[in-house]
Structure formats: structure tokens, C-alpha cells
């Protein structure tokens, strides 16, 4: 199947600090990836869409400012969460669309701790 | 969006067979049903899809109703490593529109698999 990477893995920092998050589908394009944020024991929230080659868009409630996206080429997309504070701890996980077909193949996620 | 209903947590034992229940009577004709399933600390992992007919694969069953308001998620045998959120998804299968390849993520049912 096809698989995509997310780097780190897990990152810790300090309140105000910006961090950046990497997608990647390896095996594939991805025209579209969408961002996910999961806090503990609750399920997973959508955050943006992102196509390659345009702006982001997210979902309601999201802030833009926020959590930049870009998705630069057709297997690279990043998050990046500016001026991190201790409740956007959470994980961040991204899934990438196969060009074509409906389905999305998930990363394994980004455990974001903000001190 | 089309929603779905799942029991909130099923156990069994091992290496018996397990039937996840997931109920979508607001359906659209063009919906697939996906599956998904997370591990603990891990992204999604693809079950599953269908539209309409039954539908097999080396991980599972799908048997979709014949009115497509609800579908059944077969694991023929768990094993300890099926123990998982199991989360039900509509999709819809055209392009266009802004619901187009976006998942929806209920709260899933957590599967116990007892040793």
C-alpha cells in the first residue's frame, strides 16, 4: 500500500516557539493531504485540506494564521504551528489522497508537547 | 455530512470471529462506506471500502445492507493485534463539491480482544 512518513515523530518546545511538521507520501503524488489533530481519548478533527500548488483551506475554527500549510510539491506538504502554547499539545496526524481515487493512506502521526 | 452510528466499545476473544455494527441511515447513493482503524499512539490504517456490494480483502469482511442504511465490519479471526478504535466513514465518490475526499471521524467503537 502506499505509504506516507510524517517527521518527527514526536517533538517537544517551549511556549512561543514555532514548530514545523513534515508529510510526505513516498511511494506516490498527492495532489490533496489533509492535517488532522487528535487530543488524548477523543477522535480525529480535521483541520485543512491542502492541495498542491494553492492555499490551504481549513476548516471552521481553525485559525490560519496559526497553522501554516504548504504544500509545495506533489509529496510534500508542512505544518507548521507558530507561537506554540501548552493547548496545542496534542497529535498531529496527516493523510495523503492517491491522484484519482477516493483514499486517503494516513501517517503515523506527530506527538507535539508544548512546555 | 452523512453521519454514522457505532456502539461505543465491543470486546471478543481471540481468534473468534467479530462483527462491528455501524449504522448510516442518512446514506447518500453515492457514499462509500470506508473503514478505518487506529492503534494506540498510531495514525489510521485502511480497513476497508464499499459502495454498494459485499466486499472482502485479506484484512476483512464488509457486508453492506441491502438498503445501505448500515454495515458490518467482519474480522473473521481477531487476533490481540486487531484491539483497536474501529471508526466507520462516509465518503462521498464523486468529485466536486466541498465534501470530496474528506473524512469525517466519529467517536468509533473500541475493540478489547481478550487473550
Known amino acids: 500500500g502506499a505509504v506516507v512518513s510524517q517527521h518527527p515523530s514526536w517533538v517537544i518546545c517551549k511556549s512561543g516557539t514555532s514548530v514545523k511538521i513534515e508529510c510526505r507520501s513516498l511511494?506516490?503524488?498527492?495532489?490533496?493531504m489533509f492535517w488532522y489533530r487528535q487530543f488524548p481519548k477523543q477522535s480525529l478533527m480535521l483541520m485543512a485540506t491542502?492541495?498542491?500548488?494553492?492555499?490551504?483551506?481549513?476548516e471552521q475554527g481553525v485559525e490560519k494564521d496559526k497553522f501554516l500549510i504548504n504544500h509545495a510539491s506533489l509529496t510534500l506538504s508542512t505544518l507548521t504551528v507558530t507561537s506554540a502554547h501548552p493547548e496545542d499539545s496534542s497529535f498531529y496526524i496527516c493523510?495523503?489522497?492517491?491522484?484519482?481515487?477516493?483514499?486517503?493512506?494516513f501517517g503515523p502521526g506527530t506527538r507535539l508537547t508544548v512546555l | 455530512d452523512a453521519k454514522t452510528t457505532q456502539p461505543n466499545s465491543m470486546e471478543s476473544n481471540e481468534e473468534e470471529p467479530v462483527h462491528l455494527p455501524c449504522n448510516h441511515s442518512?446514506?447518500?447513493?453515492?457514499?462509500?462506506i470506508h473503514w478505518y482503524r487506529q492503534l494506540p499512539s498510531q495514525g489510521p490504517e485502511y480497513v476497508i471500502h464499499?459502495?454498494?456490494s459485499n466486499v472482502n480483502n485479506r484484512m476483512a469482511s464488509l457486508a453492506i445492507a441491502e438498503d445501505r442504511k448500515s454495515s458490518t465490519l467482519i474480522l473473521h479471526r481477531a487476533t490481540l493485534r486487531d484491539a483497536a478504535v474501529y471508526y466507520c466513514?462516509?465518503?462521498?465518490?464523486?468529485?466536486?463539491?466541498?465534501?470530496?475526499?474528506?473524512?469525517?471521524f466519529g467517536q468509533g467503537t473500541i475493540l478489547t480482544v481478550h487473550p
Open positions: 442518512t446514506i447518500s447513493g453515492t457514499d462509500y
Open positions: 491542502s492541495n498542491e500548488g494553492s492555499k490551504a483551506t481549513y
Open positions: 466513514i462516509l465518503s462521498p465518490r464523486h468529485a466536486g463539491g466541498t465534501s470530496y475526499g474528506k473524512l469525517t
Open positions: 464499499g459502495l454498494t
Open positions: 493523510s495523503a489522497r492517491v491522484l484519482a481515487v477516493n483514499e486517503q493512506f
Open positions: 511511494d506516490f503524488q498527492a495532489t490533496t
